[in-house]
C-alpha cells in the first residue's frame, strides 16, 4: 500500500468516526439506540455499526439515520465526503451552531492530520527521495 493510500485511508476511517460520534450523541439526546433504530428502520446492530465506524455502512443507511435524528439532509454524506463549505452554509434551521462548529473544527483536524502525514513522510522538493537510503541513521555510527 503506497502512502497516499494510507492516508486516504485514514482520512476515510476518521471522517467514519466524526459521523460515529455525532450519531451517538444524536441518539443519546433524543431517544434509545432500540426506538432510533426503529426509527430510522434499521436493526441496533446496524446502528452499532454507524457508532463504530464500519466501512460496510452505506450512504442509504446513513440518510436513513438523519431523517430519524432530524439532522439536515445529506450531513453525514457532507462529513463522509468532507465538504466543509456545504456544512458551512446549512442554516440555523437545518443544523444548531454548536453541533457545525464542531463538524468543521473536526474535518479541519482530519485535514492538518493528513496534511501532517504527508509531509511527515514524504521527501521535500529539495530532499532526494534517496537519502534516507544514502546516509546512515542519525546515532548510529558507520564501520571503517
Not at 15 to 26: A, Q, S
Not at 32 to 55: G, R
Not at 124 to 131: F, H, I, V
Amino acid at each position: 500500500m503506497r502512502l497516499r493510500e494510507i492516508v486516504a485511508a485514514t482520512r476515510e476511517i476518521n471522517k467514519r468516526r466524526l459521523i460515529g460520534r455525532l450519531v451517538r450523541n444524536e441518539v443519546g439526546l433524543q431517544s434509545t439506540v432500540e426506538e432510533a433504530a426503529e426509527a430510522a428502520k434499521l436493526s441496533p446492530a446496524t446502528l452499532y455499526q454507524i457508532f463504530n465506524a464500519d466501512w460496510t455502512i452505506t450512504e442509504v443507511q446513513l440518510r436513513s439515520v438523519e431523517k430519524a435524528l432530524g439532522l439536515a439532509d445529506n450531513l453525514l454524506a457532507y462529513i463522509l465526503a468532507g465538504d466543509s463549505a456545504r456544512i458551512a452554509t446549512l442554516s440555523e434551521a437545518e443544523i444548531r451552531s454548536g453541533m457545525r462548529r464542531a463538524i468543521l473544527a473536526a474535518l479541519t483536524g482530519i485535514e492538518a492530520e493528513e496534511a501532517e502525514m504527508m509531509h511527515e513522510y514524504l521527501p521535500t522538493s529539495s530532499e532526494s527521495p534517496w537519502t534516507c537510503l544514502t546516509s546512515p541513521p542519525t546515532g548510529i555510527s558507520t564501520l571503517r
